[in-house]
């Protein structure tokens, strides 16, 4: 069994090896004690969360004992009270980056409240929003920091017992995990009396089988119980009465990636990132129309604009910004005049959004907003539980509007109806899933209610994109060259060579295909 | 205790008070779909999945289920803001755009809380309409049916179907928009695990579960050449009523045997008459084990639901039931022999209807080894609201009708059969006579009060002959396995005990008026039973005159050769799930 | 196709599988972990796979269908060695993609959604596959088919090792 001395050996010895790697690696900058990603596009990020991630080996757990892994459980075993971690998580006000951003310490201390003979911690692993890929690189790259993450929160609430319910689409992330856990427990890290401290904390791992809504947390517990994954009606709140109806606490991979680093350099160099209510930084995962994409790490209330243009390189073939959507399924679509918002809980919320685990996708001109909601009903549709009315047929019933009016079937009333609808599901709906389930619907009728005119009342998507509405036509750049008449798959385009073409609306299928090979670029879309 | 406010006005209540529960001490009516909470039995669905019972709850972001949020000090809540009805009344669309609207043709036509609701809340269009479900109806059983489209997903066949019964026939099946409630593998009822004791018709809120419908197959052969005679259970008189709009409980006998007639059922008889020979031959069974050292517990054996129970999930207790047939099938089997033999038909030309409170009789009526060569003993099988709607669509005024006698032979009967109706009844039936039989002294209290009321499990023990014979009573499929897990493990010490799959007994059964989750009722009808027992001249079975004179004349011995061609049948061990 | 379960072809999965299920047996919320075992296993949930689970861990055969029902991850009918995906999306669907689907329906005598009995082929058809100016498009596994012809489809199933009508 290892004691506190032997990890500091460990430490000491290794750090050496690992930077001697890097180094040679050349992947690195080293100053003093940090060891810091080299290249422009994370110069302005503060990474914490992703502190290990590219430096590491995630298969050797003494790269991380290398970077002051595992000090901080060492240290609390010997020198602190369970209260008095709670105390500084609550002074830390870490908040929750899974999505709602209920404050990490306050959550820890109901549980910890609680008299029960048994108490679980739980690490939500089931990261499922579409276009969101922190979790995973944190899984893949860091799995200790969840470890440490946990068995510090298990010794706080007095919990002997961790699970990690993680993706099954994520291969890479559950062997990472084990091969983790299993090092762990070798070096007395996890499991009985840890460094000899007689305190107790096994993890054990559960894969997900592939229904989005146990990202939710009640849906989560019922899911590990072997049950339906089904939400259950709150209150009780799960850091009372949670998995197996004891008490529970659930955090999300990110926010567990950060304690250890709370712990190690303290509360007060935490607040000092970030901003009052939102101390520290925010992973997103920044995607769609951005030239440079990936993951991005910067302190909490950093503006939208300087993450998609300072860290991001702007929006990519030089298009103009249209929104930016956070959130995944859960979240809004923020138009670009408010693309001087900082990012945080409190900012998200007031514009319609929602930070959400931080899925970040970045949208052009040539995104159709209405579509885009479409597109994200589509996905609560089939991800739905089933259990509450509002969720399961008023989305249905959502997604049917939006399908009408993407389609040019729908009627004008439709645009007010949806969002009464859209307003009292987000109102009646059981879990945080159904309720947050018309963001997208709401946010892009709020910021962009022209288009939705635009495809109702006049029948046209502006930015080309619902097939239904288009009108593919051939201008006099036309050269009579042939090449859309070859590749069209329904051979609706006539016109001799080296004549001006015509398509024949009734027949055309609006696939795009000679858009695509036009070298004139003499097709029009309107 | 808590204070707070609802709708401006103040009440208290205990801590752990629903926000329903406290609105109703106001008379604040909030409404509710899939919350139902029967106390009595140990049921209650508390999914708060419906959002129907929404209200505003100050300070609190969203609207909360009044069903399931537990009050707090201070709280403000308002159930009749526009935001709270407007939210309601469209959750309350969205239910009706995924629901067929054919409720004029539907089984649950004015029972249909679905139905209600929309009435109450006065919806007149249904704004958000869209793909519906389209689910096969599963119409293979020859109890249940069951149309998925008409389902809400209120749960509450699932929680009886699993919690209270145990049955486990019933699950969630998919999810989303195509969550649906079946079987295991989607496996039609009638290959399932069912017991087919209709509890889920019970509380199903709308026509997603209804019996299987006979009435015009009886009209079919009341109008032919053959002799169609009718029984009534025991517990049809004390419901049968409430379809008439009569309090629960009101014995209404006489005209029910007059409007039987009146619809031209050629005999009416009771089968009260079969309950009397089933004492006789279970109390003789019961002695018999006794002195030869049989099996014991002795378990009765009249609820079709509790025996398919037993041979699902107990393969190895088959030996324990009584043999005895249950009386709607003795009397079926007398009907088409005796009777016959005496009317100087042959058995084919008979017809045999049983008006039961159950739907489970509807399948035990088809089981082969109760068959009589090539006929069935019980040729259909009429549920209490099917009866109602025979009379109703006949224009029989009900409430006016002249009290009128039973036929005879068959239709004779004592109380202790009457008893039979209600939870506890068959084992006090029994008593009265086993212990005459056994001591050969009167029995001067016939009445055995701890074997009465609405307790999953009773017990008590009477010493007959200095011996104590030691009962035990459960209603409830639940109730029945833990007491049989309890046999297994060689925990229990019974000699003998009543199960009845049915909360209350027959008079809970699934074939009877809807109670809409009223529990009270299923008690008036209790002491319905009771008050007919009282009213009764002859309380014990073995002195039916009618019953001596059948074993004299026809069948010899209880419990005799003769006695166990015609009245006992074996049990089937089936497959458990 | 009506899928039977060979006990015997699955002689030595069961007995592995039986192990997987006792690793299990004193492990609360065992139900899923199990399913996911079997689904491993068996590349499926075979019903009889699915009653050994409920006798095992004591958990009625209703519930356990209600929980794998739940989860996108779990199959009730076994797939293929290849699978052969039919783009049915709006370009391929008036190119032909429906004739092509059937055409393979006929070769292999089964159809969309089925597997042939010898596990060799699955057939499925699909939502656009985003190629509308290939279409007609079909997927073999990862191989893609551009602008397929009907006499060409026996042509793909022999290649794959099948056997054509």
């Known amino acids: 069994m290892i004691t506190t001395e032997k990890l500091e050996k460990i430490r000491q010895e290794h750090r050496p090896i690992l930077e001697e790697r890097l180094i040679k690696e050349d992947k690195v900058v080293i100053k003093g004690d940090e060891i810091l990603l080299k290249g422009n596009y994370y110069k302005k990020q503060y990474r914490i969360a992703l502190r290990n991630c590219g430096i590491v080996d995630p298969g050797d757990i003494r790269d991380y004992i290398a970077m002051d892994g595992y000090k901080a459980l060492s240290k609390i075993l010997r020198e602190k009270e369970p209260k008095d971690v709670i105390e500084d998580m609550k002074a830390s006000n870490l908040r929750g980056r899974g999505g709602a951003g209920f404050p990490t310490g306050r959550k820890w201390e109901e549980s910890f409240k609680k008299a029960s003979d048994k108490k679980y911690f739980i690490c939500n692993a089931d990261e ?25 929160g298990g010794y706080a609430v007095g919990s002997d017992q961790g699970f990690i319910y993680v993706r099954a689409e994520y291969p890479t992330a559950v062997e990472s995990l084990k091969k983790a856990i299993a090092q762990a427990k070798e070096y007395g890290l996890l499991g009985e009396n840890i460094l000899g401290t007689g305190f107790n904390f096994d993890i054990e791992l559960r894969l997900g089988s592939g229904a989005f809504v146990c990202g939710e947390g009640t849906a989560l517990m019922e899911s590990i119980e072997g049950k339906r994954g089904m939400p259950r009606k709150k209150p009780p709140r799960t850091s009372h009465v949670g998995l197996w109806q004891k008490p529970t606490i659930l955090n999300n991979v990110e926010t567990l990636a950060n304690v250890p680093v709370i712990m190690n350099k303290g509360v007060d160099w935490f607040r000092s990132i970030g901003t009052e209510k939102s101390p520290g930084t925010k992973v997103f995962a920044l995607v769609g129309k951005v030239a440079n994409s990936g993951l991005v790490e910067v302190p909490m209330g950093t503006s939208l604009r300087e993450i998609i243009y300072d860290i991001g390189g702007g929006v990519q073939d030089g298009k103009a910004l249209k929104a930016v959507q956070t959130g995944g399924p859960s979240g809004g679509c923020i138009p670009a005049s408010l693309i001087d918002t900082p990012v945080d809980f409190e900012s998200l919320a007031k514009i319609g959004s929602i930070m959400g685990s931080g899925g970040m996708v970045v949208m052009d001109e040539n995104t159709c907003m209405v579509d885009i909601a479409r597109f994200f009903l589509e996905f609560t549709v089939d991800e739905s539980c089933g259990k509450c009315t509002p969720c399961r047929i008023g989305n249905k019933r959502m997604l049917e509007i939006l399908t009408r009016m993407t389609n040019g079937t729908a009627e004008e009333r439709e645009i007010e109806e949806l969002k009464e609808l859209a307003e009292i599901i987000e109102d009646t709906a059981l879990c945080g899933l159904g309720q947050t389930s018309p963001n997208p619907v709401l946010s892009t009728i709020r910021y962009f209610y022209d288009e939705y005119e635009a495809h109702v009342m006049d029948r046209i998507c502006p930015s080309g994109v619902c097939k239904a509405l288009l009108r593919y036509n051939i201008s006099d750049d036309c050269i009579g060259c042939r090449r859309c008449v070859k590749v069209c798959p329904v051979s609706c385009i006539s016109g001799k060579v080296k004549e001006v073409h015509v398509i024949d609306q009734d027949k055309c299928i609006k696939c795009g295909s000679c858009y695509d090979v036009c070298p004139k670029n003499a097709i029009k879309i309107g | 205790m808590v204070n707070l406010k609802i709708n401006g006005r103040e009440v208290e209540v205990p801590e752990g008070t629903t926000i329903l529960e406290a609105a109703k001490k106001l008379n604040i009516k909030i409404p509710t779909l899939c919350h139902l909470d029967l106390h009595d039995i140990k049921f209650v669905n508390q999914s708060s999945s419906c959002r129907i019972c929404v209200v505003e709850v100050e300070g609190k972001k969203n609207l909360q289920t009044a069903c399931s949020t537990a009050v707090s000090e201070g709280m403000n809540i308002r159930t009749d803001s526009r935001r709270a009805v407007k939210a309601r009344r469209t959750v309350l669309e969205l239910l009706l755009s995924n629901h067929p609207k054919d409720c004029l043709v539907c089984a649950k036509n004015h029972d249909c809380e679905l139905q209600k609701l929309s009435a109450d809340l006065g919806i007149r269009e249904v704004r958000y309409e869209g793909e519906m479900n389209d689910f096969p109806i599963d119409n293979s059983s020859l109890s249940i049916v069951r149309d998925p489209n008409k389902c809400i997903l209120c749960k509450r066949c699932e929680t009886m179907c699993n919690n209270v019964q145990t049955v486990h026939a019933l699950s969630e099946i998919g999810r989303g928009f195509d969550t649906v409630i079946g079987t295991a593998f989607n496996l039609p009822m009638h290959e399932s695990n069912c017991t087919f004791c209709g509890q889920c018709i019970a509380v199903c809120p709308t026509g997603a579960l209804t019996e299987v419908n006979k009435i015009s197959k009886v009209w079919k052969e009341i109008n032919s050449d053959k002799v169609v005679v009718v029984q009534t259970a025991p517990a049809i008189r004390v419901a049968l009523g409430e379809e008439f709009g009569m309090e629960p409980g009101t014995q209404v006998t006489g005209k029910m045997v007059s409007a039987l007639k009146l619809l031209g059922f050629d005999k009416v008889y009771d089968t009260d008459f079969a309950a009397d020979l089933t004492i006789m031959e279970e109390a003789t069974e019961l002695m018999h084990r006794l002195k030869h050292g049989g099996r014991l517990p002795i378990l009765t054996s009249c609820c079709p639901g509790w025996v398919k129970f037993i041979e699902h999930n107990f393969q190895d207790m088959l030996d324990i039931p009584s043999t005895c047939k249950s009386p709607h099938e003795m009397f079926g089997t007398l009907a088409k022999t005796y009777l016959a033999e005496k009317m100087g038909h042959k058995p084919e030309d008979i017809i045999v209807v049983s008006v039961m409170p159950c739907v489970a009789k509807k399948y035990e009526a088809a089981r082969p080894e109760l068959g009589l060569g090539g006929t069935k003993a019980v040729d259909y099988v009429l549920t209490t609201r099917e009866l109602a709607i025979m009379i109703k669509e006949s224009g029989i005024d009900f409430a006016n009708l002249q009290d009128e006698e039973f036929d005879n032979p068959l239709g004779e009967s004592s109380g202790a059969s009457v008893i039979f109706g209600a939870t506890g009844g068959v084992i006090e039936a029994a008593l009265r006579t086993a ?64 199960i009845m799959a049915c909360p209350g007994g027959c008079i809970g059964g699934g074939g009877q008026p809807y109670h809409h989750g009223d529990m009270s009722i299923l008690k008036k009808r209790m002491q319905g039973i009771y008050n007919e027992d009282r009213g009764k001249a002859i309380r014990k079975s073995h002195e039916n005159p009618m019953i001596k004179k059948i074993y004299e004349e026809y069948i010899g011995e209880p419990y005799g050769e003769k006695a166990h061609e015609l009245l006992h049948t074996r049990y089937i061990p089936r497959k458990k799930m | 196709m009506e899928f039977k379960f060979d006990k015997e072809k699955n002689k030595e999965n069961i007995e592995k599988f039986k192990k997987t299920v006792q690793t299990y047996k004193d492990t609360k919320g065992a139900l899923i972990p199990v399913l996911q075992g079997a689904q491993e296993i068996f590349g499926y949930l075979p019903v009889e796979i699915l009653q050994l689970i409920s006798v095992e861990l004591n958990i009625p055969i209703s519930e356990i269908y209600g929980v794998a029902t739940f989860y996108s991850q779990f199959s009730f009918i076994p797939k293929g060695e290849n699978i052969i995906s039919v783009c049915l999306g709006t370009a391929c669907y008036v190119k032909g993609g429906q004739e092509i689907l059937e055409e393979f329906e006929n070769q292999l005598g089964i159809k969309a959604g089925d597997t042939t009995e010898d596990m060799k082929f699955s057939i499925t058809s699909t939502r656009c596959v985003g190629d509308c100016s290939m279409a007609p498009v079909v997927l073999v596994n990862d191989d893609v088919y551009p602008r397929l012809k009907k006499d060409k489809v026996k042509e793909i199933i022999l290649k794959y090792g099948g056997v054509a009508k």
């Open chain 1, 128 to 152: 499922g929003d579409p276009g969101a890929f922190m979790d995973r690189s944190i899984l893949e790259n860091d799995p200790h920091a969840v470890l440490e993450g946990m068995a510090i």
């Open chain 2, 435 to 498: 212990y005459e039989f056994m001591t050969g002294e009167t029995l001067e209290d016939v009445e055995f009060h701890s074997l009465r009321g609405m307790d999953g499990i009773k017990e008590a023990s009477v010493t007959i002959n200095g011996e104590k014979i030691n009962i035990a009573v459960c209603h409830g499929l639940g109730n029945a396995r833990s007491i049989l897990e309890k046999i297994q493990r060689g925990e229990a010490n019974y000699h003998a005990i009543e």
